[in-house]
């Protein structure tokens, strides 16, 4: 892998600018790069806002690109709309943002190397698309946080296993390692998820005494589930951006 410089690559586009997509978008517009969104639908008078959903045939909106950032979620999106997708666009380079649910939670330790096992319909179909960009550079992602998005918001009077690692990331950091993707061209799997050894119960019991918020309820765990480090981003020497408080 070779860097470059991030100011030399050509137009990239973010395909599906929702809470993290648009983060992304504003980020690598903020660095000066020629760069382009989609949305399903005319939502702003940004001139660099393509209309573009699936399923398609017309790639006419975003054909400038030769970067593309896929993040759509796998409910939204079928396995044979982005198969054709990414073989219409053959000689582009794509980043496929994927999650850590291609993983089972009884998988223990698991990294970059680690064949996921997924029993869930939601991680089955997203290890199917990640095949699709088995060529390209994959970012797994944990659970994501940031400007108004935190799950104990919603986990309040719900009972979750407490024992279990928790495994999650600032959206800050997920739109940092996509740089660092593009500035390596990195094709391969990168697991982005803040490196903690803390449990469910610890993390959300502090982070709801500091916010002054309901803690969930918490039951016995039989296991310590999942827990997702990343040789990668080792290898690379990242340095997080933010942590999970």
């Not at 600018?17 to 939502?43: A, P």
């Not at 209309?51 to 975003?62: A, H, K, L």
């Not at 044979?80 to 997708?85: E, L």
């Not at 799950?151 to 690692?165: D, R």
Request: with cysteine; proline share 4%; hydrophobic share 30%.
């Amino acid at each position: 892998m070779t860097s470059m410089s991030i100011k030399s690559i050509d137009k990239i586009a973010v395909i599906g600018s929702g809470w993290l997509g648009s983060q992304v978008y504003d980020y690598l517009s903020m660095l000066g790069l020629d760069v382009l969104k989609t949305n399903t639908s005319n939502k702003t008078t940004d001139h660099n806002s393509r209309i573009f959903s699936f399923p398609t045939d017309d790639y006419s909106p975003v054909s400038e690109a030769r970067t593309f950032i896929v993040n759509i979620p796998p409910s939204k999106i079928e396995e044979d709309d982005i198969k054709k997708f990414r073989n219409y666009f053959k000689d582009r380079d794509f980043i496929f943002i994927s999650s850590t649910s291609v993983f089972d939670k009884t998988q223990g330790i698991v990294n970059e190397n680690t064949v996921p096992t997924p029993t869930s319909e939601r991680g089955k179909k997203n290890l199917r698309l990640e095949e699709i960009f088995k060529n390209d550079c994959i970012i797994r992602c944990g659970g994501l946080i940031g400007p108004n998005r935190h799950p104990v918001k919603s986990l309040a009077n719900k009972s979750i296993e407490g024992g279990h690692y928790i495994n999650l990331i600032h959206s800050e950091d997920v739109i940092q390692i996509i740089k660092l993707a593009l500035e390596k061209k990195f094709r391969g799997i990168i697991h982005a998820s803040y490196p903690t050894n803390m449990t469910k119960k610890e993390y959300y019991q502090e982070y709801a005494r500091r916010n002054n918020l309901d803690a969930p309820q918490f039951l016995e765990s039989k296991n310590c589930g999942l827990k997702v480090d990343s040789v990668i981003l080792q290898e690379l020497n990242y340095q997080y951006q933010s942590d999970l408080f």
